[in-house]
């Protein structure tokens, strides 16, 4: 379904997937339109007091309607398709980032298939519901879900009983998180190569004969899959309508297979405090730092912080966020990313039950999400989302491992930043006799020995003026407080 997606600010994309409507960016603005054939459904939709209610508390997408005279004119004709005649246009709020679920940890695509399922639920008494049940319908504000598919609720028909988006939620929401959970396969693994999601059958033929008797398994994998034979034979019968004696039957009938989903969900919620990572209990340990070079290090940081009062951050190789949530206390909404899942779940737990508005992303900053979808043009890369979008880009206790482990070169690297930023980056040297430096180094000392201070700081110069400069008790680290330079 069309759902709101960044771009690019020079492009002008569109989605496709809804004939009810679509969804077209252009420059910073994100616009809908309704076509004739959504048109009745979205007058239901305007007129819900459930609607009203979950866009006043953030938990929908906004929108206004455009009058004709608003509607810019590259909109008139979009994809060589005249959408003028009977259209009806709004322009929605457009969020602080964009992400997709091949970049959210398991804990923010199980509390997107909650928002989900409440939705649909208090959706029933008004006679809508929900046609399609996706997490690309879901956007987050910081740790917080919001549907932005508007046109993905409708009128149901009053006495059917029947969910068909259900199988597309068990396909997107439920399979995902059990396979997540029983073999620890992260949500990139799964949504980049499958949009919708896993197929009962696939996931089946990943399980042992006595996992397939496991009760999660049996009621999501194997009956259904036992079952197919008997759905094919049954032909298109299996497609009729099914309809209740009274609309109250139907809605309770509904409303019982909701509950359930809902109970399932919750028993697939991610077991995120013990989770085993590398790097998740990284913070807490604080290897290759004393307690006071930390201490100077954090201070660092907030004084920069609360001197430029950035507004949009990017916290690259956050890990559980410490740094992320010190500036989100300061007023910033921060985008924190880490390839290390576990990290980035923890992250989004303090995040969300401290109420702050840090966006925990799972990219590994040297790999990073590509652009997907039909023509590569429904979601667009990580860096074309985030290229021009933060006054302040954090690299703390990242750049050797970009440079040594993945093997990025400087002057690369310090290109890309300076394309994120748009004012000031601040980014932590370690120098090669720095103990964790050697760790990673394994003994390739000479491949690595002209990563000196003096061909950091003259590499430097070319992308950003230097502001400010504070070596670490011990001499092996270094904190820059860059500018990015205007050409």
Request: glycine share 6%; with cysteine.
């Amino acid at each position: 379904m069309a759902s709101e997606r960044g771009c690019s600010p020079e492009c002008s994309k569109r989605s496709f997937r809804d004939p009810s409507g679509f969804v077209v960016a252009t420059e910073d603005r994100i616009y809908r339109c309704i076509t004739p054939a959504g048109l009745s459904d979205f007058q239901a939709i305007q007129a819900s007091p459930t609607v009203r209610r979950w866009v006043a508390e953030g938990r929908m997408i906004g929108w206004r309607p455009l009058a004709p005279e608003e509607i810019p004119a590259q909109l008139a004709v979009v994809g060589n398709v005249n959408v003028s005649n009977g259209a009806l246009w709004v322009e929605h709020e457009r969020l602080p980032f964009p992400s997709y679920p091949y970049e959210w940890p398991a804990e923010m695509l199980a509390i997107a298939g909650r928002h989900t399922l409440q939705l649909a639920q208090e959706l029933l008494p008004e006679g809508l519901g929900l046609k399609d049940a996706t997490p690309f319908n879901i956007l987050f504000r910081g740790p917080d879900p919001v549907l932005v598919d508007l046109l993905s609720i409708e009128r149901r028909d009053p006495l059917d009983y029947r969910w068909f988006a259900g199988t597309q939620f068990m396909r997107t929401f439920l399979l995902p998180l059990l396979v997540h959970r029983r073999r620890g396969l992260g949500l990139d693994s799964i949504f980049l190569t499958r949009r919708e999601g896993f197929d009962p059958v696939e996931v089946y033929r990943m399980c042992t004969p006595l996992e397939r008797l496991h009760p999660h398994v049996l009621r999501l994998v194997t009956i259904p899959v036992w079952l197919e034979p008997v759905a094919e034979a049954r032909g298109e019968a299996l497609y009729r309508p099914r309809r209740a004696s009274s609309p109250e039957q139907a809605r309770f009938i509904l409303s019982r297979l909701l509950r359930r989903l809902e109970r399932t969900l919750d028993a697939l919620q991610p077991r995120w405090s013990v989770q085993a990572s590398r790097w998740a209990d990284y913070m807490a340990s604080c290897p290759g730092y004393t307690r006071e070079q930390f201490a100077q290090k954090a201070q660092f940081v907030q004084r920069v912080i609360e001197q430029h009062r950035p507004r949009q951050v990017l916290d690259v190789g956050a890990n559980t966020g410490f740094f992320s949530l010190l500036a989100a206390r300061h007023g910033a909404a921060v985008v924190a990313i880490d390839a290390d899942r576990a990290a980035i779940g923890r992250l989004w737990h303090q995040a969300h039950q401290d109420r702050l508005p840090v966006l925990p992303l799972v990219v590994h900053f040297s790999q990073p999400s590509p652009a997907t979808g039909w023509n590569n043009t429904e979601c667009a890369s990580f860096l074309d989302r985030a290229r021009g979008r933060f006054d302040m880009v954090l690299l703390l206790a990242v750049v050797h491992h970009l440079l040594v482990t993945d093997r990025v070169t400087l002057n690369d690297l310090l290109a890309v930043v300076a394309a994120l930023t748009t004012h000031l980056a601040v980014i932590e040297f370690v120098g090669a006799d720095d103990p964790m430096f050697r760790r990673l180094v394994r003994g390739r000392d000479t491949l690595y020995a002209h990563l000196t201070r003096e061909f950091w700081e003259r590499t430097l110069v070319g992308f950003f003026d230097i502001e400010h400069v504070e070596t670490l008790a011990g001499g092996t680290r270094t904190l820059y407080l860059l500018k990015r330079k205007s050409s």
